[in-house]
């Protein structure tokens, strides 16, 4: 998909390898026609992967050193593993050796993986986790599906102690590993949250923001709108005192313009106002104006100039 320029399902960043071949061994190919073995299938596959692959080449192996003697077949995959690596080529190998998961824990260029399994459902979780071994839950695969515990102490008892602790190892590890990934969720879940509320506040006080100086600009065109209304009126009330030539017309002007100006006159009340100086001040400061009765919040300080 990647090569041919097409979108993947991977997260952004992601890096893809293109590979100038791509060798798999998997399945049963055991042919009675041709008189091969299952192991004898595989190894043939391989015999070929090895003649062919190049550092550039992906290799991948199901249950590699299979169908033969444990012990031989645990040795033959760690040197077919440790000849791929020398060639350089990316692997991925399967298998149920105890003794190849612990060559991978202690050679470089050797990763172990897992896909998590959950013994009581017996169902795969789907959750691969890297660095981890896996384990065969034979016993609790075996127990789960009704297997007589008797025969489960007796196979118990004949592993080795050699192979018990390497499995409590391995069983340590594996819990260890889920926890940790257990914990990352919720890590990652909780950033989640965080980020949502985060975006929330910013749309909270982007939205008081606006209002805010939607509430200013308001305050402001009421506040001119009523000092032209009295500007008007009172140029009105001049025009005609000064065309009238009562004296007791004129007096009746002057006692209407008084009235206009009282009337459009701002007052307050002492006790609940005083004037704050520059250095009282704030920008981000919320104040209350008393001449239109009310609040905003100061965006710039005046100067001279203003």
């Not at 965080?194 to 209002?211: M, V």
Request: aromatic share 4%; hydrophobic share 35%.
């Amino acid at each position: 998909m990647a090569a041919s320029g097409m979108y993947i399902p991977a997260e952004e960043k992601s890096t893809v390898c293109v590979f100038d071949n791509i060798f798999a061994d998997i399945g049963d190919e055991q042919s009675i026609q041709e008189s091969l073995s299952t192991f004898s299938s595989h190894m043939t596959n391989i015999v070929e992967i090895l003649n062919c692959a190049s550092s550039n080449s992906l290799v991948l192996l199901d249950e590699l050193g299979s169908g033969t003697d444990p012990v031989e077949g645990s040795s033959l995959a760690i040197s077919i593993l440790d000849a791929l690596n020398q060639k350089g080529c990316l692997t991925l190998s399967t298998t149920h050796y105890p003794e190849v998961k612990n060559y991978a824990l202690v050679t470089d260029g050797f990763e172990n993986a897992s896909s998590e399994f959950d013994v009581q459902s017996l169902c795969p979780t789907y959750k691969l986790l890297i660095g981890v071994p896996g384990q065969s839950n034979a016993f609790a695969i075996s127990k789960r599906l009704g297997l007589d515990e008797s025969i489960l102490e007796k196979a118990e008892s004949l592993v080795s102690s050699n192979t018990v602790s390497i499995e409590d190892i391995l069983r340590s590890i594996y819990d260890d590993k889920k926890k940790i990934e257990e914990e990352k969720e919720k890590i990652l879940s909780n950033s989640k949250e965080i980020e949502e509320l985060k975006n929330y506040l910013k749309n909270q006080k982007n939205d008081l923001d606006k209002s805010q100086a939607e509430s200013v600009n308001l305050a402001k065109e009421k506040a001119r709108q009523i000092l032209l209304d009295a500007k008007e009126e009172a140029d009105e009330i001049l025009r005609d005192l000064e065309n009238t030539s009562s004296k007791s017309e004129a007096n009746k002007l002057r006692r209407k313009l008084k009235e206009k100006i009282s009337e459009n006159t701002f007052t307050h009340n002492v006790e609940d106002f005083s004037p704050l100086s520059n250095s009282q001040i704030h920008i981000g400061d919320f104040v209350k104006i008393n001449p239109i009765g009310m609040n905003g919040q100061i965006l710039s300080i005046p100067d001279k100039s203003r």
